[in-house]
């Protein structure tokens, strides 16, 4: 049985920084793609960032690029999200998803399984 686990989210301050990490279970991610959504009150969820498990590619929605960063841990099984100069805006709970789809995609129905979320808050 797959598992996403999140952790890592937690309160800190416009322009501060905190790393999501995803501890993935129950099967060989190898094709698979991981990503990175938010959600936050009121609003649908939206995709952040992904990354290819087998090469390491990226893809980043653009409100993201150059202040998170995306990658994976071999050794522990995880996809980490660091994110960096972190706005009130940023504010939401934050999922990881995982896609046997075979390339990076935004698209939350392609997405098989889901985390349970952990909850970011940036104060201004």
């Known amino acids: 049985q797959v598992q996403l686990v999140e952790s890592g989210g937690g309160l800190v301050q416009a322009g501060g920084s905190l790393r999501l990490s995803c501890a993935a279970s129950g099967r060989t991610f190898t094709n698979y793609v991981m990503g990175w959504f938010r959600q936050a009150p009121g609003k649908e969820r939206e995709f952040v960032a992904a990354i290819m498990w087998s090469d390491g590619s990226t893809y980043y929605a653009d409100f993201v690029k150059g202040r998170f960063f995306i990658f994976r841990d071999y050794a522990k099984n995880t996809v980490n999200l660091q994110m960096n100069s972190l706005k009130p805006e940023d504010t939401a709970v934050y999922f990881c998803?995982?896609?046997?789809?075979?390339?990076?995609?935004?698209?939350?129905?392609?997405?098989?399984?889901w985390g349970q979320g952990t909850q970011v808050t940036v104060s201004s």
């Open positions: 998803a995982a896609s046997n789809l075979g390339r990076p995609t935004p698209r939350l129905d392609d997405y098989d399984y």
